[in-house]
């Protein structure tokens, strides 16, 4: 059971920045009531008259909710037509239609979605936010807010100008979204990287900073916000569970830490990776939905009992990255500061977007909604299996369990190649038996929900590793790749405090993204980089 | 002819701001190359597939760019549901369609238009964004930037962020937008209001302020950026011509000033209010557009030889306030860090409202916007003859040309009623004649522009002057004839610089908007307004 309200003892205003503390609420504020009154005649906002919006209505074709199946499919999976087809087959669009005008005032309309209206977002959205956030996240208590906002990387920058002030630094994973430490930086904030392992961020590591924590030796104040990607972590894939989230929590209580949850990924948890020989049967996602939300990884609000807590929301991976639409849920206080903020600059999140993913979310309802987010969490994990099954063809993968680093705790693979083996273009067959001419080259762990592969090189098996330092290393084969036709993100990119990135174990990263190519350009990508790599390693001008 | 290209004599980053200076450039940057490559397969970004965007399409049904008349309707003033049928009656809508996918790289697709996406905005808009500037605005040379943003108060909010840093002040007019002002105090930027005549900001007061700009005693450096809403402005309804546009463009040259042209209304400009009775015969728009173009009050763009404004275009006031949607115009240097500021807050604009727009500019085309536009003026002078008409029909108006003040240059119009008068319930009739009993109640000039008509108080007419300062009256007022069924905008939130709102002959003023009532509602407004202006000015016990 949730606590009714937050306890009036625990006020975090403390965290409140001063940028954030110095924004004006509205001078028209105490006069609100008259505001709302039924039959008054607003003459005050310069507010176009709706008549002029050159819309008469606005709508589109929507995929049914269980468009896409509950089950992997073999079959399909080399196939991305096959999908179209199938979704094709499986039940017919629904035509959303929004008029200009309703009668009813509960009704989508665009003249009222599409004029000026709050920086919290259109009430229908507003109401479905909070229905969601109660119904899945559970937050440990009653009177938190949801308010609608731009997107997670706005929703983030929102967040820092509300709680820190230059000169201060931020918790964050050790590798982590860049952009979220590319918008602290101009404004003299720093991230402090907390190491990470096949947990997420450590507790342990996390306690030592911050009950060791020298300002002066750091040159700042101990930090007081942490941000996390808890689930499918960019760019690491790493889920943080409830037992981890729970230690970290009470350490933030401790240590009197804001916790920003960016979880775009929260929906994209999947089952453990299995090799292709030991997937046999598939247990499908429970039908009960309760019991399918009691599966998925908590929120840090489950266990937020003093509303340390900002959640950050989006639709980007549910639906399309372009709504640039989400919302934050946290506690009233820093809610009303953050939508002060909204209100001087993105204002409302876009009209059109607003509604249409309102009536999306309206046509399909909370449960067809969740039906779509468990088809494609299925989805994604076809993804990841048939990008990791086409590694397991192009390399020898070596199985064990990581007792340090990254992914200590986890099933980790091991690739490798023998020197001067070439039964096949650059890649290594069964006939290439493992012996003492086998280098290993890189090493992950399948993650287990999100859109990344974090591979790890050995580049301490390269011939020029006593020459050129790993980075170096991670850029030349980072543009030998590139020119042979395949992307992936460079491991440097993700570094949370870059100029710490001359450590020589830490470096040789690279991210795969299996959320967005074609099946049969993974596929083409993979056998590309064995060949690539396996020249990499076997080239000593470099 | 415009100039070339910026001259590289003329350098302004020295305006950049120490947290726009500190933003990063993508580490990608030397290696973008690789990432628009024909057939290259990306597994680097994060993009979920776009199979799994939830629409087959959207769309709409567009009004046609004629749908509104050219010419002023009388018969159509007072009811407002004549223009729904008169607009059905013009043409059929025309359905806007935008699929999932589409086979020519160039037409709008949601598999694009909803992915992630530049911050600058899709490439069709930017291209229609840069052709209509090209076409409408003219500017004074050709290599400048035209970029998408989220709608002119982010806008504003990233031009602040880019140009000012912490303890500078901003020029504005004495009575401006309050978000602009509120934007700016949190990060510890002032407004410097500098006063308006009739033709806005007044060049010889500005370059006293410049010239005469003495550091300690302001407690700020001398200004380098102006913020300006030069047509229709907000909330006086002012506009700036040419001659003045000039005479200000060539003192910021002087003093080394940024305008930043913040413009929602530049499409609102009127022909000049006339009498009901001298309103005899409406000389049609030009149906020639560059005329027409050629008639409307100039950008700043038009004198920036040196690259020094900012121009922020939105389509709030022309399509929809829910687009959350324009454009900036500015040099290179500006925008790239405008670019970078996007990309770690808003990111791109919303897609579907970015795609929904795009449509109807790629159905309108540019000829068909222009015919909109031209007739939208057309309505909202209609708006406004048809409030200031209620205003001659509740109260005595006498016209006469001020020579100071705001209003210097402008024919300004004082309504009075006569004491104890009492013919028709608080208002003034025909019959209630002129004399020494008469009270001047307030005055106004009729915008040429916008939405806004901006009443000055006679306060000192009140007999509860000496009592209470204007301000109280002020909200006194306000209270009565919210209490009474009317909201107008209490002039003081408009006050660039609250603090000196004290000054006793500068307060007392209400902002009407006749944008969004409909008509019979202005017409019951008014005389609401008459009937409480009237009470109020009686009642000896405020």
Partial sequence: MPQEKLSDAIDLSHHLSHVSQARITSPLKGLQKYFGKPGIISLAGGLPHPDYFPFSSIGGDALASDAFPLELSKESSTLSWFWSIFSGSKGKDTPLHIPKYASRNDDLCLARTLQ??????????????????????????????????VG????????VL????????????????????????????????VPLDGHGIRSDDLRVILSQWNESARGMPRPHVMYTVPVGQNPT?????????KEIYDICVEFDIIIVEDDPYYFLQQDPYLSPADRTTQVPPSSDDEEWISQLAPSYLRFDYQGRVVRLDTFSKTVAPGCRLGWFTCNPVFAERLERQSETTSQAPCGFGQTLVASLMLNWRCEGYIRWLKALRVQYQQRRDFFIDRLHAQFHLELSQATVGVWEGCPVYHASFRRGCHEQAGVVTEKCSVDNNTVTVFSFTPPTAGMYIWLKFHFENHPSYNVLDPQSLEMKFWIALAEAGVLFGPGSMFAADKTANERRDDVGHFRISFSNAEYSDMKKAVSIFASVLKSFYEDVSY
């Fill in 116 to 149: 000026y209206s709050m920086a919290s977002g259109i009430p229908q959205l507003q109401k479905i936010a909070k229905e969601f956030t109660d119904k899945v996240y559970k937050p440990a208590y009653a009177n938190y807010t949801t308010m609608m906002h």
């Fill in 237 to 245: 894939g790493i889920t943080t569970h409830a037992a981890r989230k």
């Fill in 152 to 159: 997670n990387t706005d929703g983030w920058g929102k967040a």
């Fill in 162 to 193: 509300t709680l820190c002030n230059p000169g201060e630094g931020v918790l964050t994973a050790e590798w982590t979204y860049p952009s979220a430490v590319s918008m602290m930086l101009p404004y003299g904030i720093k991230a402090v990287p």
